[in-house]
């Protein structure tokens, strides 16, 4: 069956910075557009970043210049940079896969979420 386990989490100080991982199985994996999606507390979930099969990205413009989307198609892994963390990037943040667009209603698979803390 699908699976999208996702590493990496952490607490982390205000200008520091993580990488998340996102292990996926049970499906063809390079044939798949990848997503990282966050969700704070009282708030919708929104994507950060989209990464499609042929390697184009897409940013919120919030991340963007701070945060990385890249994949390992040997590794059936996809990874997001996170850089220069603000307070504002506290949420958990989810792997996604979608077999059609980019928009959040495309992606058909979803990990379970970890959590990212932004605080001194």
């Known amino acids: 069956q699908v699976q999208l386990v996702e590493s990496g989490g952490g607490l982390v100080q205000p200008g520091g910075s993580l990488r998340l991982s996102c292990a996926a199985s049970?499906?063809?994996?390079?044939?798949?557009?990848m997503g990282w999606f966050r969700q704070a507390p009282g708030k919708e979930r929104e994507t950060v970043a989209t990464?499609?099969?042929?390697?184009?990205?897409s940013y919120a413009d919030s991340v963007k210049g701070r945060f990385t989307i890249s994949r390992d198609s040997a590794k059936n892994t996809v990874y997001l940079q996170m850089n220069s963390l603000k307070p504002e990037d506290t949420a958990v943040y989810y792997c996604?896969?979608?077999?059609?667009?980019?928009?959040?209603?495309?992606?058909?698979?979803w990990g379970q979420g970890t959590q990212v803390t932004v605080s001194s």
């Open positions: 049970g499906f063809t994996f390079s044939t798949y557009t």
């Open positions: 990464i499609t099969l042929r390697g184009t990205l």
């Open positions: 996604a896969a979608s077999s059609r667009g980019t928009a959040r209603d495309d992606f058909a698979y």
